[in-house]
């Protein structure tokens, strides 16, 4: 692959950057944090910053920095698999829907249907009969994620599917299932890929929202919505234990979106005039 | 043209009625006794029975999707659990406050959106149309419930301009009611005015590269009245389209900032039935929320094909 210039594509560079100072330190988390997340030392409750605790502490005396770098992690960790899980049941009903007859029509009906669930209604349902989860969250927001892959996969394959090394691959015995793995999937790749990370923007922001609300992950997983939920009341005596949890959810989601918009840049020049 | 009327009326009722039993099996079909839930570990069995027979749990499944389907069909909706009353009755209460503040979000975020996006494809290039779509970029990133405390702080807390949450109610005052539900309106319209004005400009530069435009530039026409009169009435279509998009999760919106703003609206009243696993409620709001998005989405589906006949031949796929 051609390595980009620099200049021609800043949103995806500052997408990649503003990802990296929100994802590595989460990742570190994994490993590594300033603090035990859940400690909990009442004798130092509420500071303001310092060099010993980068954010303060909340009124746990546990240390914000580390709890939002576990949260981080959490929370994307919740978001790479309900996309994961969108792009796994779209991508072979958009391509099956591909197929010459009623697929297209079927396509439709359950992508209107995905569509009209949005990942708050299935998590409210999902929690209602079973309780709050991890795998109803993700659950939840790959539902919703559903049938856009199944529109994309399946508008990429029609466009690919009556070209020349398609016709050829049919004449040389190749079969259905062969051709449209072997041929029509690396060719729709690129848009899928630009797909996955404007979802992740979405699943983000849903994410942040179900576990704000109490339908998210469940304690003590500590998620940016829930740390912002539950410090919601500190907003006058310490605002910033407020304002770092959202601001990371931003970060995450304005990351994700510039990097979807500079990866479509780049990889469909069809797109660049009307930008 | 009537006849793309009735496929989408027939599409949405097929989907109604998909959506319908999706909501019924997940709330009654998964493992779990909701009458175990309610009542807690340590019921009679003899309690269980009652209130199995109280909820119609006995009866099997099929019979249970129907009767709960033919009272949706003839507005009669099932009975809250802890209220004791009418779910009709307690959504007429909740609906009072959650359509104004979806009406005046989708008001406050075209009024805003639009023009802007106008505004920065007329500008395309300039330093001013730069700035406006990196601020759009940020704004479209802010996640409703954190916009919500910013406001908060910044209006309620630092200004004293308006109140931080809580509802008067309509009778005393419109106005303070009105007046409430400002800023929770406006945490939910600005990232969605953001995302209308990304989308209105890309719209309005691909109409003004179309011909009809270049003729009508030929012909002797201003940029401005081209604009106006050509580009952004064409520009419009995908816009609305756009809408329909958006509103499943504007909806949803709506609940999380009636959380953090203390509304008593629809979005408390669903998760006061979660907490008390008031199945019943949420049976009733959940496919009220999703009748509503799949009607949203027709309306929008008829009002492009009726603003741009061209989309009649093919269907949105």
Same mark, same amino acid.
């Given at each position: ?14 997408? $990649? ?5 929100? #994802?590595?330190?989460?990742? #570190? ?42 949260? $981080? ?100 015995? +190749? ?6 793995? *072997? ?23 849903? *994410? ?28 006058? @005596? ?22 979807? @918009? ?12 009307? +930008? | ?25 997940? %709330? ?34 099929? %019979? ?31 609906? +009072? ?56 702080? %910044? ?15 309509? *009778? ?68 609305? $389209? ?26 408390? #009243?669903?998760? *006061? ?45």
């Amino acid at each position: 692959m051609r390595r980009p210039a620099p200049p021609r594509h800043p949103s995806l560079w500052a997408g $990649t950057l503003i990802l990296a100072l929100v #994802l590595v330190p989460a990742a #570190l988390s994994a490993v590594w944090t300033p603090f035990p997340p859940g400690a909990i030392d009442i004798a130092h409750r509420l500071l303001s910053p310092s060099l010993r605790h980068v954010l303060g502490t909340d009124p746990f005396g546990r240390d914000v920095a580390s709890r939002l770098m576990v949260a $981080t992690l959490n929370s994307g960790l919740v978001c790479a698999a309900a996309i994961a899980l969108g792009g796994l049941v779209g991508i072979p009903l958009g391509l099956l829907g591909a197929a010459p007859g009623w697929g297209g029509a079927l396509v439709m009906r359950i992508a209107d249907l995905g569509l009209a669930f949005p990942p708050l209604l299935t998590a409210a349902m999902l929690v209602a009969a079973e309780g709050t989860g991890i795998a109803a969250e993700i659950v939840a927001i790959g539902a919703f994620n559903v049938p856009a892959f199944m529109r994309i996969a399946r508008g990429g394959a029609l466009s690919v599917l009556h070209r020349d090394f398609i016709a050829a691959a049919r004449v040389a015995g +190749r079969g259905r299932v062969a051709i449209l793995l *072997e041929h029509v999937l690396p060719n729709i790749g690129a848009i899928l890929l630009v797909q996955a990370t404007l979802a992740l923007a979405i699943a983000a922001l849903s *994410e942040a929202g179900l576990s704000y609300l109490g339908l998210g992950m469940p304690p003590p997983l500590p998620s940016l919505g829930r740390i912002l939920a539950d410090d919601q009341a500190r907003i006058f @005596d310490a605002p910033l234990l407020v304002i770092a949890p959202g601001a990371v959810v931003a970060l995450l989601v304005l990351g994700c979106n510039l990097l979807g @918009d500079g990866l479509r840049d780049r990889l469909d020049p069809t797109l660049a005039p009307v +930008r | 043209m009537i006849r793309a009327v009735g496929a989408r009326l027939g599409g949405m009722a097929l989907t109604l009625l998909l959506g319908s039993v999706i909501v019924f099996l997940l %709330l009654n079909a998964l493992p779990g006794d909701p009458a175990l839930v309610m009542l807690g570990l340590d019921a009679t069995p003899d309690a269980v029975v009652r209130l199995h027979h109280q909820l119609g749990l006995d009866l099997p499944l099929p %019979l249970r999707y129907l009767r709960w389907a033919g009272g949706l069909l003839t507005l009669h909706l099932g009975t809250s659990l802890t209220y004791a009353v009418p779910v009709s009755q307690l959504l007429a209460d909740r609906l +009072r406050i959650t359509l104004p503040l979806a009406g005046i979000t989708l008001l406050l975020s075209v009024a805003i959106g639009l023009p802007v996006g106008v505004a920065a494809a007329a500008r395309q290039g300039r330093v001013s149309d730069t700035a406006i779509m990196v601020a759009a970029q940020l704004f479209k990133a802010i996640p409703d419930f954190w916009g919500g405390v910013l406001l908060i702080l %910044l209006f309620a807390l630092v200004l004293h301009w308006l109140p931080s949450g809580g509802f008067p109610g309509w *009778e005393p005052s419109p106005l303070a009611a009105l007046r409430a539900l400002v800023l929770p309106a406006l945490a939910l319209a600005l990232p969605q005015a953001a995302i209308l004005a990304r989308f209105m400009r890309s719209a309005t530069l691909g109409a003004l590269s179309e011909d009809f435009v270049r003729t009508a530039r030929a012909k002797g026409l201003g940029t401005q009245a081209a604009l106006w009169r050509h580009a952004v009435p064409n520009a419009l279509v995908p816009v609305i $389209t756009l809408v329909g998009i958006q509103f499943p999760l504007l909806l949803t919106g709506t609940i999380i900032v009636e959380t953090v703003f203390d509304l008593p609206g629809l979005g408390r #009243l669903v998760l *006061e039935a979660i907490d008390q696993r008031d199945l019943p409620v949420v049976q009733d709001i959940v496919l009220l929320l999703v009748g509503l998005v799949v009607l949203v989405n027709v309306a929008v589906d008829l009002a492009a094909l009726r603003l741009d006949p061209r989309l009649g031949g093919e269907r949105r796929a």
